[in-house]
């Protein structure tokens, strides 16, 4: 089945160039932001059914691809130069771009909201070849918002439900709900987002829709069309109001962040760097103590690690921590001296046996 990347397989994240080491970290932009104003509840429908998607582990951002903004200064240049969803337009998302355009601060507030995680969805999506414009999708679930639950118990940014991320690889018991990883429910959502696309027949209006609505949901609709000589696209389809919605908004608001000024808007940069660093140990490390080795608030790294219920990471692994840019290597050394510090692989393309 589709994956959500390439796989290139490491143990732990190397430490900053200017820490003393040679070796180059590996990276996660996403960085802590107190001032992140994001709703606790969003509303989200039941997803459908889906195969597992198996355990990846894409580290680093060294990755050299060829997109067009990759150099750029500003982080949104590749989102809007990226693989695009290919979408035809439809006064459905005007009318779409006209609501969101009532905020005269709108791409200023999803700047601010973004900003945290924007860099390590789009690097992910970029590697699995993906449109990066579903950088945006976030937004509409959860407006970027790993904590967010909804009345339906969909979880996270990407707003799984429990049995669809489940499905997907993302581990949810007393330690630990990977809905809520940052990095994991990203590469869980890609998975599940390219499945929808192949099931669809690369139709990203319709596995969208999907999504949202849950593909027997969007194919019992195509049935009825098509039972009455209708058209099956998207825009002919029945479906249910928050789902009919759901793809123009997120649409218009592509259409916002590719040419603001078109619209009379401005859209602050995001700068184009890493934020943050993936550290890996060999056995159960709390939150407390990494925050102590790494020199940030717990707070810091409780918003980077939301997966994490107890405040440390499961009896039974993973043992993998997000912090900030910068502070990897305080938290490796400190590992290391109590030999908790999980061996170093090299980074590879290829599976390693055992890996299906």
């Not at 500003?74 to 905020?103: C, F, T, Y």
């Not at 928050?242 to 603001?260: C, D, F, G, Q, S």
């Not at 760097?273 to 159960?284: D, K």
């Amino acid at each position: 089945m589709p994956t959500a990347a390439p796989i290139l397989f490491i143990a732990i994240l190397a430490v900053v160039g200017t820490s003393g080491c040679a070796s180059k970290p590996s990276t996660y932009q996403g960085g802590y932001d107190p001032g992140l104003d994001v709703p606790r509840t969003v509303s989200a429908r039941e997803y459908g059914y889906v195969r597992p998607a198996r355990d990846v582990r894409v580290i680093g951002d060294d990755t050299r691809l060829s997109y067009g903004g990759r150099n750029s200064e500003d982080l949104w240049d590749r989102v809007r130069h990226g693989p695009s969803l290919g979408i035809s337009q439809n006064d459905r998302i005007d009318r779409a771009v006209s609501a969101l355009k009532r905020n005269p601060t709108y791409l200023t507030d999803l700047a601010r909201r973004a900003r945290p995680y924007l860099h390590v969805i789009v690097g992910e999506l970029e590697r699995a070849g993906m449109p990066t414009e579903l950088a945006l999708l976030p937004e509409v679930e959860s407006r970027y918002n790993p904590r967010a639950i909804s009345p339906k118990s969909a979880s996270g940014m990407w707003q799984f439900m429990p049995y669809t991320g489940t499905e997907m690889g993302l581990v949810q018991n007393g330690w630990y709900d990977g809905r809520n990883d940052i990095l994991a429910s990203t590469r869980g959502a890609i998975a599940y987002l390219t499945q929808l696309r192949d099931e669809f027949d690369g139709d990203w209006a319709l596995a969208l829709a999907s999504y949202n609505a849950g593909p027997g949901r969007v194919r019992s609709a195509q049935r009825a069309n098509k039972a009455r000589g209708k058209p099956t696209d998207f825009w002919s389809l029945n479906l249910p109001t928050e789902t009919e919605l759901y793809v123009p908004k997120l649409l218009a608001i592509t259409n916002l962040v590719r040419e603001p000024e078109r619209y009379g808007m401005r859209m602050p940069t995001v700068e184009n760097r890493p934020r943050l660093e993936l550290v890996e140990a060999r056995s159960q490390v709390s939150l407390a103590s990494a925050a102590r080795h790494c020199g940030v608030p717990l707070s810091t790294l409780q918003s980077l690690n939301p997966g994490l219920k107890r405040g440390m990471t499961p009896q039974a692994g993973p043992h993998r921590l997000l912090v900030p840019l910068g502070t990897g290597h305080k938290l490796r050394t400190a590992l290391a001296k109590a030999g908790k510090l999980a061996p170093t692989v090299a980074d590879s393309s290829r599976p390693r046996r055992g890996d299906s």
